[in-house]
């Protein structure tokens, strides 16, 4: 069965670029939409975006003018960069598998913290 | 943006009690509705998909109804291990979004 796994740095400065990646195992990307959403401690989850196995993309429009999402499918992952970010941004970052229906599985999650 | 709110906030149940957990959206979604569960220290795992169509391997006890803007979570008698977060989410509309969420204690 497909598993998920998010990783990269748990702190990042404000104004920087987060940058996470969500290896794929158990299954290929190479179909699929795959997503990243988000959870502020202690609040309720974001969507911030997916991309298909093609490349193509939608991103929240909350947060489109920072995001990109990419994949690799030599490596079998796919990566989130959030820049110019600040306190807000704060929060447990999920990937999942899905896009435009269900989210299904999702990976553990990784708190990323914005702090100088 | 299709806001879902979702009612009540929180609920203190006694085991083997019937929860039921309401999901309100801002406009019609049609049956694009979807229900998680989150337990404390882990990521959400889907319950049910498009209302009421059932997931392999979730419980029986859990079941979901409605279409349009109102939907239902039904848990028939809870377990101790049902003591969750639940989220309801539409995937009708882009921006996908949840509701706030429910969170459910064993009494």
């Known amino acids: 069965q497909v598993q998920l796994q998010e990783s990269g740095p748990g702190l990042v400065k404000p104004s920087e670029t987060l940058s996470l990646t969500c290896a794929v195992s158990g299954g290929s990307i190479n179909t699929y939409y795959w997503s990243w959403i988000r959870q502020p401690p202690g609040k309720g989850l974001e969507w911030i975006g997916y991309i298909y196995y093609t490349g193509s993309t939608n991103y929240n429009p909350s947060l489109k003018s920072r995001v990109t999402i990419s994949l690799d499918t030599s490596k079998n992952h796919f990566s989130l960069k959030l820049s110019s970010v600040t306190a807000a941004d704060t929060a447990v970052y999920y990937c999942?598998?899905?896009?435009?229906?269900?989210?299904?599985?999702w990976g553990q999650g990784t708190l990323v913290t914005v702090s100088s | 943006e299709i806001v879902l709110t979702q009612s009540p906030d929180f609920q203190s149940v006694t085991p083997k009690e019937k929860v039921t957990i309401t999901c309100r959206a801002s406009q019609s979604i049609s049956s694009s509705l979807h229900w998680y569960q989150q337990k404390p220290g882990q990521s959400p795992k889907l319950l049910i998909k498009?209302?009421?169509q059932s997931i392999s391997g979730v419980p029986s006890r859990f079941s979901g109804s409605g279409s349009g803007t109102d939907f239902t979570l039904t848990i028939n008698s809870l377990e101790d291990e049902d003591a969750a977060t639940y989220y309801c989410?539409?995937?009708?509309?882009?921006?996908?979004?949840f509701g706030q969420g429910t969170k459910v204690e064993i009494k």
């Open positions: 498009y209302a009421s």
């Open positions: 999942a598998r899905g896009g435009p229906t269900i989210f299904d599985p």
């Open positions: 989410h539409q995937s009708s509309n882009s921006p996908w979004t």
